[in-house]
């Protein structure tokens, strides 16, 4: 067992920040000291962990002295604010905000594509967006196949993925459907999002696609060290709670037959292959994300050429579903983790 970490979770009462509690128990992270840091709302409440009381603190700077690693899980104004002031008090912090993704002295990692940049970390690593970690961890051992120049991306994500009062807007219109009630005033999201599909998350960033949507492509191309990738994304929010789901058409530089890919899926670290469309029970022949939630691997299934690109071997078209609370976010957090211990 490696020596104990002093270890903070910066918004440890909302979804990502409590999963992560969760995946320090399941992987037996070595923490020593655990500080719960959220807002003065939370401050004082009590949360069990692994046989401890902790009780929940309010965020302040001095709140990081004496931490070796800080998780962060908390919106990008909050990060930019308090995260630095743990560096700057000797800590290493593994953040969830998309507050310091693109910077340039900030690795941004999955452990499935990229561990080497955690070397280079100058106190601060960022986890990636939770679509495009899910994207991606599929995408890379095809990428080794035959280099991916280009991606065609759909995605379905979950309610959950805006946090607690996402996943409370869901489930007050779900209730009140089921009492026959008239709806409530939507909270978390630009409208009802019960029997709707939202195409809009996040802002307007650029030429009509949203910030949401250009993540993929500004992300992915760091991760993947591939500066030259296109991505087109366009991302729906679903009336699903928990995990996201994406259609992914990938195009090579380098022919890529369907067989090396099952295989290159079936053995590739994070990935678990669902596909085959005879299969007896639906959940055998696909992804679906109620069967996806609660554990972390990425399920890809629905293999197919891609029929409109005319070059035999170009073009790869698959479906993956992942929870973006776990490999999203908390459980690819604590994997980087990991890899500074
Ligand atoms: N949800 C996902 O699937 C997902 C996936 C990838 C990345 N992320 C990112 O992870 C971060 C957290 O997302 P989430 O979904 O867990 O959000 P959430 O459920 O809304 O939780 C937000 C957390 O931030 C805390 N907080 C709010 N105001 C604060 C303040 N002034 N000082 C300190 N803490 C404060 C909240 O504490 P209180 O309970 O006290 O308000 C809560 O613990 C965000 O940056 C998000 O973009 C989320």
Redesign the pocket.
Known sequence: MADKKNVAI??????????MLECLTERDFPVGELKL???????GKVVEWCGREVV?E??RPEAFEGMDIVL????????K??LPEAVRRGATVV?????FRLDEDVPLVVPEINPQDVAWNKGLIS????AT?IGLVPTWPLHKLGHVSRMIVSTYQ?A????????RQLENELGAIGRGEELPEPTAFVDQLASNLIPQIGSEKFEGFTSEEMKLQNEGRKIMHLPELRVNCTCVRVPVLRS?SESITLEFEEPVSLEDAREALAAAPGVKLVDDLGADVAHDRYPMPLYTSDQDLIWVGRIRRDISNPEQGRGITFWCCGD??RK???TNAVQVAELLL
Do not use: F, K, Y
């Open positions: 910066l918004g440890a009462t909302g979804a990502v920040g409590t999963q840091l959220a807002s003065a709302r939370s401050a929940i309010e965020a962060g899980a908390a919106d990008d104004d909050i990060a604010a308090l953040d969830n905000s998309h507050a986890n990636p967006n939770c970690i979950a959950s993925g805006a946090g607690v009062p996402g996943m996201h973006q609370i999203g976010a908390a």
